[in-house]
């Protein structure tokens, strides 16, 4: 038994207490296992619809400037009727120096060139409209992971290869290497060869989508050597849109951000983060006010003791750290058990809560940053909720103390 | 320093005095309109190894003198040296460390801690001067419970104890440290006379052999009859 006094004297005023020492852990564990299961909760829920909505999207587009109309009159001396300028598929202007500029951009990971246009797919008596996109297979699976939602085949375009969704293989009849033509309005067409079909989660676009190489794409879209847009995943999801502005600035290009077109799917990852801190924000609020509670109380009820232990020699100092380690014994405790209570309540939810498609909604992995961040906070909040009461045993009058 | 002070320092070394007052004033209420003197100017010396006895009235400032001494409570004016220190001007960190090691407090409700042993309380000011609870500790508080003939009752909480054991158990904590004051208030206030004799007794035999100063506040006149030296306070002046 060789405690420090005021660890001693701690330990055993919380067995004293033993009632209160368990009401307010069972208060403290319940709510670091609410932080931490929720933060858990919606964290995986927010990267699991990030994943879905951006899976098959570029977190920045770089596009040509949009052609406009150059008066060369100023516009009000003039009447005229100004038609605006039909946009027409036009290449970006020196691309792979552009290219290389974004990819040395800090907090660009992959730059994949991508040259697109409208066109249709046609076999025998069907044909259908489509997006063409010619697309370097390497440079591309950076931005998006295409083998992640490659059904049949290979995600490859190389010569007159064809990668093409579910949806338009069902409408034209085809299978793996079958032949369709493919039409552009430029008049130019091909026989290009299924290599792959995939399905990445929206009917629309498994209907659109037909991946060929860059080269082929110039040439059935007659625009030879160009391409017109330029793909970028960042590192930082949240900082997208800097780096575009950024980029847009350099460059003078169009340059939008998944912020952008996606701005409603930003608000709702916004508000859902926002409540979070929001419940957070007040189970620690309640948190510290329950502890805070308990050793007010505690220290009227111990004032005869605490003026005792003054009289014996015991330093203001002393008496205080009595009362402050309670604070962090209920922060620290209640964490352990909290962190144990959120771990079996995430397995309880996973076991049950599915996708559509079967997998987990939830898997029942902590993060241990998450817990060690929730264990931090509960120990700093028992601590300053124990500050309070612990000045006041600490400034307490021994004699006072004594008569009272 | 005057030639009086410096008088008096010399004298207090010379005379081995525990405990020295001069001019002791108390009062309360300062910085009111309502302003109370306790003590009226307390000259008092208390020699080693002393026994004497506090007597007075109600309200004669009995238990205000006894906390100055006690360093528990400071003096409005005058000077106060114990153990040889002088006590103007120590912060409150010394002052509860000189508290701590030279002076045992006896109260007239025990207060042991009801949550600890009847050990425990006895080891508790050598775990405050330490800051550990240590094996030498724990021998000297058993010695000193067998000494007061309460070793058998070492592990029980105070709540288990008769109100003259846990007097008792009190006194063995008083002297712990052993200290060369031990100021008693009223340690027999709330015992029948058979054990107040018994506790009167020990605190004797306590003085005798450990040669430590007592100071005892009390109201029986026959214990204090039994004292070396009756001192007498009667509304804040000694007589």
């Known amino acids: ?404 | 320093m005057t030639l009086s002070d410096e008088y008096w320092f010399k004298t207090s070394r010379c005379m081995s005095a525990i405990v020295e007052l001069q001019g002791i004033r108390k009062s309360y209420g300062l910085g009111t309109p309502v302003v109370t003197e306790v003590l009226h100017g307390i000259d008092l010396t208390i020699a080693n190894g002393e026994f004497a006895a506090l007597t007075g009235p109600s309200g004669s400032g009995k238990s205000t003198l006894l906390n100055i001494i006690g360093l528990l409570e400071a003096p409005t004016s005058g000077r106060l040296s114990v153990d040889g220190q002088d006590t103007a001007g120590m912060v409150d960190a010394t002052r509860t460390a000189l508290r701590g090691r030279s002076i045992g407090f006896i109260f007239q409700f025990h207060h042991l801690l009801p949550g600890f042993s009847a050990l425990e309380n006895v080891m508790m000011p050598s775990i405050i001067d330490l800051g550990w609870s240590s094996a030498k500790a724990q021998e000297t508080a058993m010695q000193l419970l067998e000494q007061v003939g309460l070793k058998d009752a070492a592990h029980k909480r105070p709540s288990e104890l008769s109100g003259g054991m846990q007097q008792r158990v009190a006194i063995a904590r008083a002297l712990s440290l052993s200290p060369r004051l031990i100021l008693a208030d009223e340690p027999t206030g709330n015992l029948d006379t058979h054990s107040a004799d018994e506790i009167f007794e020990l605190l004797q035999s306590v003085n005798r052999e450990r040669q430590s100063a007592c100071l005892i506040v009390t109201h029986d006149p026959r214990l204090a009859a039994r004292c070396q030296r009756q001192i007498r306070i009667v509304d804040g002046q000694l007589i």
Request: proline share 4%.
């Open chain 1, 1 to 404: 038994m060789r405690l420090p006094f005021a660890w001693m004297v701690c330990l055993r005023y919380l067995r004293e207490g033993r009632m209160q020492t368990l009401l307010i852990l069972a208060g403290v564990t319940a709510g670091v296992a609410v932080i931490i299961f929720l933060t858990t909760l919606i964290s995986q829920l927010q990267a699991s619809i990030i994943d879905k909505t951006l899976g098959s999207q570029a977190h920045i587009v770089m596009k040509p400037p949009r052609a406009v109309n150059l008066p060369s009159l100023p516009g009000s001396s003039t009447a005229a009727i100004v038609q605006p300028r039909a946009q027409r598929l036009r290449s970006i202007d020196q691309w792979e120096a552009v290219a290389r500029l974004a990819a040395q951009t800090r907090g660009v990971q992959a730059v994949s060139p991508i040259l697109s246009g409208a066109g249709f797919a046609a076999r025998a008596e069907a044909n259908q409209p489509i997006a063409l996109l010619g697309v370097d297979p390497q440079a591309y699976q950076r931005i998006v992971r295409m083998d992640k939602y490659l059904t049949l085949g290979r995600f490859d375009v190389s010569g007159a290869n064809t990668v093409i969704g579910v949806e338009l293989a069902k409408d034209l009849g085809v299978a793996l290497g079958d032949k369709i033509r493919v039409i552009t309005m430029e008049g130019r067409n091909d026989l290009l060869t299924i290599a792959g079909i995939f399905d990445i989660g929206n009917r629309d676009l498994n209907r659109r989508w037909v991946y060929s190489s860059i080269k082929m794409a110039q040439s059935l879209l007659d625009l030879p050597g160009g391409i017109t847009e330029i793909d970028l995943r960042v590192t930082d999801l949240f900082q997208a849109e800097r780096t575009a502005l950024e980029l847009q600035a350099q460059t003078g290009l169009t340059v939008d951000s998944w912020m952008q077109t996606n701005a409603q799917l930003l608000t709702a990852l916004k508000s859902q983060s926002m409540s979070n801190n929001l419940i957070r924000f007040f189970v620690v609020l309640i948190v510290a006010v329950g502890i805070a509670s308990v050793l007010v109380v505690s220290v009227v009820q111990k004032q005869k003791e605490i003026g005792i232990l003054r009289a014996m020699g015991a330093t203001p100092r002393r008496v205080m750290s009595v009362f402050l380690l309670q604070g962090g014994f209920y922060g620290l405790l209640g964490s352990a058990l909290g962190s144990g209570l959120s771990l079996a309540l995430l397995n309880f939810f996973s076991s049950f809560s599915r996708n559509a498609d079967g997998t987990l909604l939830i898997s029942p992995d902590l993060e241990p940053s998450v817990v060690a961040w929730a264990c931090a906070l509960a120990l700093v909040v028992g601590l300053l909720a124990a500050a309070l009461p612990a000045r006041r045993a600490a400034s307490m009058d021994p004699v006072q103390a004594i008569r009272a």
